[in-house]
């Protein structure tokens, strides 16, 4: 008896429009609908990766969980270890030493577009850092106790990233103050003691070609094409980061903050910063 062959549809294009649609706009979501997983956070995994450098967490002051924070991490570094580990998981147990308060790590928008990617880090609870996913986050919608955390320096201060050396960028730098004004939040200065002795870049110079081609790139892709020595990929060198929470700078709700009032509060915070 001769049996008919069965031919499947290729379903292949469907999963491919249905992959584009769910990621169309998905980073935006995450402000709008944190998907923060407690358990993912506390696996015992985040330990293990936190004990690799290892990475410490202090405290100065109690933060209140009636308030909202916006918590700035400097420096930078190439990627953010310290902040990554001690804010977006429980491998320094973030939520016993602040307890009431819910940390979403902010980070740039296409890495919500990455497959796989952007399911895990939804369950760490991590936002984009747009200032539409900022003023929802901290507007109260969610309840009292949201936290962001946000490395201020961003991708250029991933360029000034040397063992050593703590380079910062953050005088013209004001929206974020401003959005703490528009929601009443408080401004938490942090500080990685350690976290650009994790890689060592190629000598880049302001003002050498290696310098120039980079900012060119950064430019493009806001990514920072940063040179590596000593290191195999992004694998960062063992290195104890010591992470340091400041006193909050508790700033007055005001709808639409003058220039000076954002000057005033943007001199508060960068004092908070060098105690």
């Known amino acids: 008896m001769a049996v008919e062959k069965v031919v499947e549809p290729d379903t292949s294009w469907k999963a491919q429009i249905l992959m584009r649609v769910h990621s169309k706009g998905s980073h935006k979501k995450t402000g709008r609908h944190p998907k923060l997983v407690a358990w993912f956070r506390g696996l015992s995994y985040w330990k293990s990766w936190c004990d ?4 410490n967490l202090e405290k100065t002051v109690d933060l209140d969980p009636k308030k909202n924070y916006l918590l700035g991490y400097h420096p930078h570094g190439i990627i953010s270890n310290g902040c990554f580990g001690c804010f977006a998981t ?34 760490l609870g991590v936002v984009d850092n747009s200032r539409e996913t900022f003023n929802h986050v901290l507007s109260g919608e969610g309840g009292e106790g949201q936290t962001i955390v946000i490395p201020l320096g961003g991708a250029p201060e991933a360029l000034e990233a040397k063992p050593d050396t703590y380079d910062i960028i953050l005088a013209d730098k004001k929206g974020f103050v401003k959005v703490a004004l528009v929601n009443g ?91």
């Open 185 to 275: 939040a408080s401004l938490v200065p942090v500080f990685g003691f350690g976290e650009n002795n994790l890689y060592t870049q190629k000598p880049n110079e302001r003002g050498s070609e290696m310098r120039d081609w980079q900012e060119k790139i950064l430019k493009l892709t806001s990514f920072a094409p940063v040179q590596l020595t000593d290191t195999i990929g992004l694998m960062p060198k063992p290195g104890l980061v010591t992470v340091v929470v400041g006193e909050p700078i508790d700033c007055p709700k005001t709808e639409s903050p003058s220039a000076e009032l954002i000057d005033e509060y943007h001199a508060k915070y960068i004092d908070g910063v060098k105690k």
């Open 52 to 55: 690799f450098f290892p990475l």
């Open 90 to 123: 429980e491998g320094r147990e973030v939520s016993k030493l602040f307890p009431g308060l819910t940390f979403h790590l902010a980070t740039l928008p296409p890495w919500f577009k990455l497959p796989f990617w952007r399911e895990m880090v939804y369950c």
